[in-house]
């Protein structure tokens, strides 16, 4: 069955927002395997992938291997591809990198879908047997994807520069630490090279003073309280309205709202636009496209 499904108002989709959204919706398949392909989209693609895999898979039935058994587990984060009884996660693909999903019109079992492999960028086929469940998965993939596209344009936007701000924090907050430990470390290095010295002469020196019996200034003790010889405390040293005030350690006093955009994470900001460009391609299912921009009427 060759279907085509719009994104019109009035379509009603398999299953609740809910189900997807809060939950997820399981299928017992079997799992033919994944091959690598040229493209992300398109029916001979997956055609053709389909009859790789499956003349593969014949080859290992006669060698007397079975099908491994797979259960699926759909929602509005992704597609996960667990082992049955353990539970343990073989493959989750991700909606935004999902870009094409179709059942087999001639072969009712099978269905397969698109996916761009996070670790290698390649476009990887995924192929399943499924006894009378295939055309449902694709519909159900379907609405995941449509579902995950509407909360990407309703509150992705506030989301996305939330995460952005916070991930921008969390490293500036982890430099400041990284840089206060190099300092504190540096201090307790000059303490003990002074104890050194001071062991070797004997007794502590007074600190030098100038013509006009007063102690130089010192960067690092302008707010000592030692007295002069003559027995008056130095005069503060005046603050200068045009420089950065700095903390004890020499280091900028950190502001939250002052955070510049190339503070955040090199691979935060790379997963965002990953994400975008993936819903910016949308997903073809069985011809039709769900595509990003909700003002384009070939939606």
Not at 195 to 223: L, Y
Not at 226 to 251: H, M, Y
Request: with cysteine; glycine share 6%; aromatic share 8%.
């Amino acid at each position: 069955m060759n279907r085509a499904f719009s994104r019109k108002k009035d379509k009603t989709w398999m299953h609740t927002p809910e189900a997807l959204s809060k939950h997820y919706i399981p299928y017992n398949a079997k799992f033919l395997g994944s091959t690598e392909v040229e493209q992300p989209k398109g029916t001979e693609v997956v055609r053709d992938a389909v009859r790789k895999l499956k003349f593969a898979r014949h080859i290992k039935k006669s060698e007397g291997q079975k099908i491994p058994k797979v259960e699926l587990q759909i929602s509005i984060y992704g597609v996960k591809i667990l082992e049955p009884k353990t539970k343990e996660v073989q493959h989750n693909c991700q909606l935004h990198r999902i870009s094409f999903c179709a059942d087999d019109k001639t072969d009712k079992r099978i269905f397969t879908f698109i996916c761009k492999d996070s670790e290698s960028n390649k476009h990887l086929c995924y192929v399943f047997d499924s006894e009378k469940c295939a055309e449902e998965i694709t519909l159900t993939i379907g609405q995941a994807f449509d579902l995950a596209y509407r909360k990407f344009l309703e509150s992705g936007g506030k989301d996305v520069e939330t995460r952005k701000q916070i991930a921008g924090l969390q490293k500036r907050i982890q430099d400041l630490e990284t840089e206060n430990m190099e300092l504190k470390n540096k201090v307790q290095d000059l303490e003990s090279q002074l104890r050194t010295t001071q062991a070797g002469t004997g007794t502590p020196k007074s600190p030098s003073t100038d013509i006009f019996d007063m102690v130089p200034f010192s960067p690092v003790s302008h707010t000592s309280s030692t007295p002069t010889r003559n027995g008056t405390q130095p005069p503060p040293v005046p603050s200068r309205a045009t420089e950065i005030k700095r903390d004890l350690f020499g280091a900028e006093p950190f502001d939250p709202f002052n955070c510049g955009a190339g503070d955040f994470p090199p691979d935060i900001q790379s997963k965002l636009e990953e994400m975008q460009e993936g819903f910016k391609m949308g997903l073809t299912l069985e011809g039709t496209v769900f595509c990003l921009d909700p003002l384009d009427s070939r939606c």
